[in-house]
């Protein structure tokens, strides 16, 4: 499978844990957004990566929250002291380095389903 | 007011049908215009990007009217496949970052 990937699928955690997604983008691509999504919106950007560089990152993401690309491929996402509003799908995007405008389109992975208790 | 407003749903329409979604953005430097598609539980698909002079895949077609700032998709000949949840999405930075989504329109194809 040649698409983006995530790990876990879901996560149970109680609160005040904290937690570690992984995202594998599409091979080749430098570009890596992450999103979060509650039920009945839509996703709602959080941060982005172009190769190690993280270049953007939303008033969504609070001080416990933090993002990396070490080496420009595989991202991660931590979660300090979770709470339950921190309770959502987590989901990540990555798209390819070209100078296009249509190329900016973004390509997601399952994402990661995140439960607060 | 919301960067994106879709229609509220959700649609129910018989197998066959036309349905048509339609979109309005309040950033006029949007650069770019897309609609995704999103099953129960899923991640959101691209369907098609939309250009400036309309475009058509199959038995969509997207417009986008950059003066009103409206986007719209059309669905001819609806199937039971169709059924998901569909998502305007623009871009506003012209380095193509964040995508901004609106909260969908979800489809019902009944036979």
């Known amino acids: 499978d040649t698409g983006v990937s995530q790990d876990p699928r879901h996560k149970i955690t109680k609160r005040g844990q904290n937690v570690t997604f992984r995202c594998d983008p599409i091979s080749e691509h430098n570009r890596l957004y992450w999103y979060r999504q509650t039920l009945g919106q839509g996703p709602e950007f959080l941060t982005y990566?172009?190769?190690?560089?993280?270049?953007?990152k939303s008033r969504l993401l609070s001080d416990r929250f933090s993002a990396e690309r070490p080496k420009g491929s595989f991202s991660t996402l931590e979660i300090q002291r979770t709470e339950q509003g921190d309770s959502a799908m987590y989901l990540c995007?990555?798209?390819?380095?070209?100078?296009?405008?249509?190329?900016?389109?973004?390509?997601f992975g399952p994402g990661t389903r995140l439960t607060v208790t | 007011r919301k960067e994106v407003e879709q229609d509220p749903g959700p649609f129910n329409v018989p197998e066959g049908a036309t349905v048509a979604f339609n979109c309005t953005y309040s950033?006029?430097?949007?650069?770019?215009f897309f609609w995704y598609r999103q099953d129960c539980r899923k991640e959101p698909k691209l369907l098609m990007s939309?250009?400036?002079s309309g475009n058509e895949d199959g038995r969509f077609t997207a417009q986008l009217n950059r003066a009103s700032q409206y986007i719209s998709l059309l669905i001819r000949d609806s199937k039971l496949s169709d059924s998901a949840t569909y998502l305007c999405v623009v871009n506003i930075n012209q380095a193509g970052t964040a995508l901004i989504f609106g909260k969908g329109t979800t489809l019902s194809v009944s036979s």
């Open positions: 950033n006029s430097a949007s650069q770019s």
């Open positions: 990566f172009q190769n190690e560089a993280q270049l953007e």
């Open positions: 995007a990555s798209s390819p380095r070209t100078d296009r405008v249509f190329s900016y389109e973004q390509y």
């Open positions: 939309v250009y400036s």
